[in-house]
C-alpha cells in the first residue's frame, strides 16, 4: 500500500507539471540554447505519461531548434526517461492493482505470454510497429517477468526510427514545409498499412480455424 500511495503520488506530481506548466516549458523549448536541453527532455519525460503534448508534434519542435542529430538525442533520451519511470511505477507501484485490471483483457494477456517467451523481439516489435499502445507495453512489461536491461535495450532501439523520422521532418519545416509533411505523412501511411496487414492475417486466421 505504501509503495502505490508513493507512486500515485509521484505520478500526479508529473502529470500536475506537465498540465500546468505546458506552455511555460515549450516556450522555454522553443527559444533553445543549454537551458532548453534539460526541459525539453523533462517535458519528452512528462508525455510518456501524459500526452500533454502530442509526441510527433514535440518531437518536431525540437528537431527544428536543436537539428536531427541534437534532436534526436534530446528525444531519445527524454523518453527514455519517462519510459523506464513507467516500466518502474508499473512493476513496483501499481502491480497488484494492474494485474487485477489486465485480467479483463485477453488480448493483453496473450502479448503478456509472447512477452514472457521472447521478451527481446516481442518489445521490440511493438516499439517499431505500435500495434499495441505505448503505455500498455510499458505496464506489460512491469507486470512481466522480463528483465530491466532487456526491456531497456528493446525499447531504445525501436524508438530510433521513430524519433529520426520525426527530427528529421521537424528540421525540415521551416525550409520546406511541403516535404517535412510529406516524410511524416509518408511514415503514418507505412505504420497504418503495417497495422492493417497484421490485423486482416490475425483475422483469416481465426476464420479459418472457426
Not at 522555454?28 to 537551458?35: A, I, L
Not at 531504445?156 to 526510427?161: C, D
Request: with cysteine; charged share 15%.
Amino acid at each position: 500500500m505504501q509503495k502505490r500511495i508513493i507512486s500515485i503520488c509521484i505520478l500526479l506530481v508529473i502529470i500536475a507539471i506537465g498540465f500546468f506548466q505546458k506552455d511555460v516549458l515549450l516556450e522555454v523549448v522553443k527559444h533553445g540554447g543549454s537551458w532548453s536541453i534539460i526541459v525539453s527532455m523533462i517535458l519528452v519525460a512528462i508525455c510518456v505519461f501524459f500526452p500533454i503534448v502530442p509526441f510527433p508534434v514535440l518531437a518536431g519542435i525540437i528537431g527544428a531548434v536543436f537539428g536531427i542529430t541534437q534532436g534526436v538525442f534530446i528525444s531519445l533520451t527524454g523518453a527514455m526517461a519517462g519510459t523506464m519511470g513507467f516500466f518502474y511505477l508499473s512493476r513496483y507501484g501499481f502491480r497488484d492493482w494492474a494485474e487485477r485490471k489486465l485480467a479483463y483483457h485477453s488480448k493483453i494477456k496473450e502479448y503478456e505470454e509472447l512477452l514472457n517467451r521472447n521478451s527481446f523481439i516481442a518489445i521490440l516489435t511493438c516499439r517499431l510497429i505500435p500495434v499495441i499502445p505505448a503505455p500498455i507495453v510499458n505496464i506489460i512489461c512491469g507486470l512481466s517477468r522480463v528483465k530491466t536491461i532487456i526491456f531497456f535495450t528493446a525499447s531504445l532501439v525501436g524508438k530510433i526510427p521513430n524519433i529520426l523520422i520525426l527530427s528529421y521532418a521537424g528540421a525540415l519545416f521551416n525550409n520546406n514545409k511541403l516535404y517535412s509533411f510529406g516524410i511524416y505523412g509518408c511514415y503514418v501511411l507505412i505504420i497504418f498499412f503495417i497495422n492493417f496487414a497484421i490485423f486482416y492475417l490475425r483475422s483469416a486466421k481465426k476464420s479459418s480455424l472457426d
